[in-house]
């Protein structure tokens, strides 16, 4: 298995602009997770899917981030607009159920300039 | 409120030699306890994993140790290599299957081994 997949690994945009992060999880886990990790605080759940179900969304830090997991293959992250301080890295993580196989994908790094 | 204390917060050593990071925690009920290595620019990955029965657990040079009385668990690195330069992050799960409501991470301790 390919492991949990995330695209783009880097992202540069401009402040304002909309961005959007892919994640896809390992074939079978039924549950999704997003991440974000800064030095300042390390990483931080935003929000988590089972069975492509948002369960838990308080971590989502306003309105302008908001999450979709159109089917079991694919995630997605989106920032609108975005500002400077969302600059991080943002992890997706994948499991089975029970959490068995927790496994992290390797990240975007957004910089919002 | 639940916590994961980690230390040190960051630490420097010659290869070759040992260390040990720790980790504290007050999370409740426990279920397990995670240790993570984090490469620099990759995702966190899995060392071990340990249960409320377990008091210890090894991967390789990697040794884990739980005391769940005291709410604190170590992780001892034998014969350190450069690759083993990363952060360490221990997550604590207060859910049984460690659902992602009930994981508590710490900020990690950021090990640099020096040649």
């Known amino acids: 298995d390919a492991g949990v997949i995330q695209s783009p690994r880097h992202e540069v945009t401009e402040m304002g602009q909309e961005v959007t992060l892919r994640c896809k999880p390992i074939?079978?886990?039924?549950?999704l997770f997003w991440y974000r990790q800064t030095m300042m605080r390390g990483l931080e759940l935003l929000i988590y899917f089972n069975n492509n179900v948002p369960i838990d969304d308080s971590g989502m830090p306003e309105d302008r981030f908001s999450a979709k997991m159109p089917n079991a293959s694919f995630s997605t992250l989106k920032i609108q607009p975005s500002e400077p301080r969302d600059s991080a890295v943002y992890f997706c993580?994948?499991?089975?159920?029970?959490?068995?196989?927790?496994?992290f994908g390797s990240g975007t790094r957004l910089t919002v300039v | 409120k639940n916590q994961v204390e980690q230390s040190p917060q960051s630490l420097i050593i010659l290869e070759g030699k040992n260390c040990t990071l720790q980790c504290n925690y007050t999370v409740s009920p426990f279920s397990n306890l995670r240790w993570y290595k984090q490469d620099t620019g990759r995702g966190p990955v899995s060392l071990t994993i340990?249960?409320?029965?377990?008091n210890t657990k090894s991967n390789g040079r990697y040794t884990a140790t739980l005391d769940a009385d005291t709410k604190q668990s170590s992780l001892h690195i034998t014969a350190s290599q450069l690759s083993d330069s990363a952060s360490y992050i221990c997550?604590?799960?207060?859910?049984?299957?460690?659902?992602?409501?009930?994981?508590?991470f710490g900020k990690g301790t950021h090990l640099i081994i020096q040649p």
């Open positions: 074939s079978g886990h039924n549950s």
């Open positions: 993580a994948s499991s089975s159920r029970g959490g068995y196989g927790y496994t």
């Open positions: 997550v604590v799960s207060a859910r049984s299957g460690g659902g992602a409501d009930g994981l508590t």
């Open positions: 340990m249960t409320f029965s377990e």
